[in-house]
């Protein structure tokens, strides 16, 4: 087995150096060795500005070097899954941004692609690693405040550029596709079940492009939910979570980034609030650790392929609920 993670990234995107770049200089056995993009000068730029040793002009050429055994895949959406099932024919592992594909259909035959190639493919919810989820779950999972009833997620930030690759329906845009899939997930992680889509309403920004979504779920158990995602909308930026139960509730506040502001609060009915606070240590990169332990120790994770379709079956419901078509 390797004994170092050497990844090469897809293109040069705004999210590298947060997602990938950066966390690698913190994390054992890791390097960013080979970079690709469409156009030579951005990725030798961005190789130089990073620290990273090759530069190649296209992304087939990157997936053949053979020094490299994991890619990144930062590409829009509409690309997720074709790169990564040409990352997985090539022998490479893979960690590929949310979300993970068009569409369900799409996941599903990466989800298939890597159970026959045996090599790990990773979907980077990075806040899924981090301990203050982790916590949150736990809460839940215990039975200290009783059975869940509601969970409510938020994932709404301002993206006003509507040239935006975000916007763009022919690259699997949408506020559901790219910051919905962040509270779907969150709900799917907390109550750690599948919810149905009961109803759904949009604001669209153009034809079949969402710039807001609202939803409401159930869960088998019982319990009811709501995500709101937007990018554009009256309803500025608020990422949270608040879980209602049976014995009481929990509230975290940016449980997507929390490296950056975060709370955590919780309570018995009729008590006080109990407040918790984590570290600074980025989830991206205890993301990045956590795709390492997986590439070179076989350790398991949370946010697999099969998770991954999950999730996307989710986003398409969701869709559909609101009279509009899945992506792709």
């Known amino acids: ?45 961005f190789a130089k500005m990073q620290g990273i040793a090759r530069v190649y002009d296209d992304y087939a050429t990157l997936l053949a070097d053979r020094d490299l055994n994991a890619i990144y895949n930062p590409l829009p959406n ?21 979300p ?4 369900a259909k799409e996941a599903d ?23 203050l989820i982790q916590r949150v779950r736990a809460l839940v999972a215990s039975g200290e405040l009783g059975s869940l009833q509601r969970v409510e997620t938020w994932m709404c930030f301002p993206l006003p550029f509507k040239n935006d690759i975000r916007y763009q329906l ?12 962040y509270a779907i997930h969150m709900a799917r992680t907390i109550t750690g079940e599948e919810p149905e889509v009961l109803s759904a309403r949009p604001k669209l920004v153009s034809h079949e492009i969402d710039g807001a979504m609202d939803a409401d779920l159930r869960f088998p158990s019982g319990a009811e939910g709501t995500i709101h995602c937007s990018m554009w909308s009256r309803r500025i930026a608020k990422i949270a979570a608040a879980v209602i139960l049976e014995g009481g509730e929990i509230r975290a506040l940016n449980p997507v980034v929390p490296q950056l502001f975060h709370g955590l609060k919780w309570r018995k ?13 980025p989830t991206y990169e205890y993301q990045l650790e956590a795709f390492r332990d997986a590439v070179l120790s076989g350790k398991p994770f949370p946010t697999t392929t099969r ?15 609101a009279g509009m078509s899945p992506r792709g």
């Open 170 to 181: 022919d690259l699997a845009g949408g506020a559901t596709m790219d910051a919905g899939c």
């Open 109 to 131: 035959r990466v989800h298939q692609a890597s159970e026959q190639s045996g090599l790990v493919v990773m979907e980077a919810f990075h806040y899924r690693y981090h301990p």
């Open 269 to 281: 009915n009729g008590g006080r609030w109990t407040r918790e606070k984590f570290g600074k240590k």
């Open 78 to 98: 509409s690309l997720h899954a074709e790169w990564t099932l040409r990352a997985l024919d090539a022998g490479k592992h893979v960690l590929c941004e949310k």
């Open 100 to 103: 993970f594909a068009s569409n």
């Open 1 to 45: 087995m390797a004994t170092e993670l050497r990844i090469g990234t897809l293109g040069a995107a705004k999210i590298t150096p947060m997602a990938l770049t950066r966390p690698a200089r913190n994390v054992e056995d890791v390097v960013v060795t080979a970079v690709a993009a469409r156009h030579r000068q951005r990725a030798e730029s």
């Open 307 to 321: 998770d991954a379709v999950k999730n996307m079956r989710v986003i398409d419901a969701v869709y559909r609920a």
